[in-house]
């Protein structure tokens, strides 16, 4: 009798704690805008139970959380709308959600959390899709420290937004209603510089991971991806954090809100 009721309790236990765990290390919030930003490595926090992993890139891309938040306050407060947002809180030390599950994870204790951000992403832009034939954009945010005052650019030189040229050209990742050529008018150094494409091509270390690949451009379900690698410099000043936004709503208003 003992031993059944240990067994219900640890059962519920768990129960309890997987089903809190997502909602406590994910953040995810639906929107009203064809726009969603996803950050995979702003997290700082442990997850239970879990062991740190023994290889690839530990390393978070610190404030990119705070980045993300504030380029939604930004939007709420100039659109009047909100963007989609997915983000972790949970530490790349344990899961690396911007790598395929075989990268990303070493135990199978930590799929269901894995899935769980991936799995937001693809409903929410299920939803989005629908809501918005016209077209639909993800911004994957990270940080860089090479480069610390430069904004990477990461679409596979023009892969995962194969359908926004294919419907409006070039002009819309590297013209001056682009969000790159925004942020270029405003002051900022991008790379590659706007002009055409792979000419040259973007940096290799930044130049789209599998968020970016996995949603981005490649059948009739994806969406447009970019992902943006900004420099460490970068990501606590709040003129580059207000132009970033004010950027993605430009893009926002000539080529997804006038679209039918
Ligand atoms: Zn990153």
């Known amino acids: 009798m003992i ?23 994910i953040i995810s919030r639906p929107g009203n805008l064809p726009i969603i930003l996803t950050a995979p490595h702003g997290g700082q926090q442990a997850v239970p139970g879990a062991f740190v992993r023994t290889r690839g890139t530990m390393v978070a891309d610190t404030n ?14 100039t659109l009047g709308a909100e963007p989609y947002v997915v983000a972790a809180r949970f530490s790349r030390k344990y899961i690396d959600a911007n790598r395929a599950e075989v990268d990303a994870i070493e135990s199978a204790d ?15 832009l299920l939803e989005i899709r629908q809501k918005f034939p016209g077209g639909a954009l993800l911004v994957d945010i990270h940080g860089q420290g090479a480069e ?4 990477h ?8 937004v194969a359908k926004l040229i294919q419907k409006h050209g070039v002009a819309a990742l590297v013209g001056p209603n682009s969000i790159f050529g925004f942020l270029q008018h405003r002051g900022f ?51 580059f954090i207000d132009s970033l936004a004010d950027g993605i709503a430009l893009f926002y208003k000539n080529y997804l809100a006038s679209v039918p």
């Not at 990119?64 to 407060?77: D, H, I, K, M, Y």
């Not at 899935?115 to 693809?122: G, K, L, P, Q």
């Open 148 to 151: 610390r005052r430069v904004v």
């Open 189 to 239: 150094d991008v790379f590659p510089p706007n002009g055409p494409l792979n000419a040259p091509p973007e940096d290799r270390r930044f130049n789209g991971g599998h968020t970016v690949f996995t949603y981005g451009g490649k059948n009739a379900e994806s969406v447009d991806a970019i992902q943006i690698e900004v420099g460490i410099y970068l990501r606590t000043d709040a003129g």
């Open 64 to 77: 990119t959380l705070e980045l993300a938040e504030g380029l939604a306050n930004r939007l709420r407060s």
């Open 153 to 160: 650019r990461g679409t596979r030189n023009g892969m995962t």
């Open 3 to 25: 031993r059944v009721l240990i067994v219900l309790v640890a059962w519920n236990f768990a129960g309890l704690s997987n089903a809190a765990d997502a909602d406590d290390l």
């Open 110 to 124: 930590l799929k269901p959390m894995y899935w769980a951000y991936h799995n937001r992403i693809s409903a929410y």
